[in-house]
């Protein structure tokens, strides 16, 4: 692999354009063998931040370039106890693509996954295109055609932890691997947002019908609105916006469960609605 180019400061683009081209192909390869890379943070040391989502971007062009269209965003590491465990404080951001769309109920596929974990989060689903400008959790709100309970299927195309080193993954290795995201799984719509306090829309997350994990949306930077109106900020940067039609994955309250084969998950937002899918 190309070697990366050293500079001092945290941010900014360090890799050169071989370097982060090879990176997104063994991301590439790695989904496509159901393999692992090794960790991108000790291949390039000097990896920042900015490397990382250059990094993803290039394998989104691939994937988009392989005809697999953008349908949208998912937010991450909107926890406290996430940010905490990677020494960050900000969230991290990933892209949604067609082919990562399954239908509530779906069968997963055998081998479909590497590592499927699953998260609680409650996706929106925009009706117009946010201005930067004018983004605050009132305009986003008023810009959402509806929200569903979802689940997120994350995968990971890097080893968590290099068991020779002992050094597990940084937020550089989870940006560069698309935020960790594989899936998305989204239940029915809720278009009546008027007295829905999205703070404390909850979920009860199962596998083979034992309960595994419980959250609130208040879990997501205090709210899920924060998550999205940090993203519009950061797609802003590079130029960006959230626009109609995309579907916003605003960050799980929950820690991820585990799905290995023969899973089925059920995540129960009660009132607010239903959503599963099983791991064949």
């Known amino acids: ?23 997104a192909g063994a991301l590439a390869a790695a989904e496509r063998d159901r393999n692992q890379i090794a960790l991108l943070s000790e291949t390039y040391p000097d990896m920042t931040m900015d490397d990382a989502y250059a ?5 989104v062009r691939m994937k988009r370039a392989a005809g697999d269209p953008v349908i949208g965003w998912k937010i991450g590491l909107t926890s406290k106890a996430m940010q905490a465990a990677l020494s960050i404080d900000i969230p991290d951001s990933g892209v949604l693509l067609g082919s990562m769309a399954f239908a509530n109920g779906a069968d997963i596929p055998a081998g479909r996954f590497i590592e499927p974990r699953v998260e609680a989060e409650i996706a929106f689903v925009m009706k117009e295109t946010v201005d930067p400008a004018r983004a605050s959790t009132e305009a986003i709100l008023a810009a959402t055609d509806y929200v569903a309970p979802a689940l997120e299927i994350l995968d990971t195309r890097i080893i968590r932890r290099n068991p ?23 239940g029915d719509p809720v278009r009546d947002l008027r007295d829905l306090d999205l703070r404390f829309v909850g979920a009860a997350v199962s596998r083979n019908d034992e309960v595994e994990e419980t959250g609130l949306g208040a879990g997501v930077l205090g709210h899920p ?6 993203l519009v900020e950061r797609l802003a940067t590079y130029g960006a916006r959230l626009e109609a039609g995309q579907i916003v994955l605003s960050g799980s309250f929950i820690r991820p469960v585990e799905a290995p084969p023969g899973s089925r998950i059920v995540g129960d937002f009660g009132r607010f609605g239903r959503v599963s899918c099983h791991f064949l």
């Open 1 to 23: 692999m190309a070697q990366a180019r050293r500079i001092d400061d945290f941010g900014g683009v360090t890799l050169d354009d071989l370097a982060i081209a090879d990176a």
């Open 55 to 59: 990094v993803q971007a290039a394998w």
């Open 164 to 186: 020779q080193t002992g050094r597990s993954r940084t937020v550089c290795d989870t940006i560069a691997d698309n935020a960790a995201n594989g899936g998305i799984v989204m």
């Open 225 to 230: 609105l924060t998550s999205l109106a940090w």
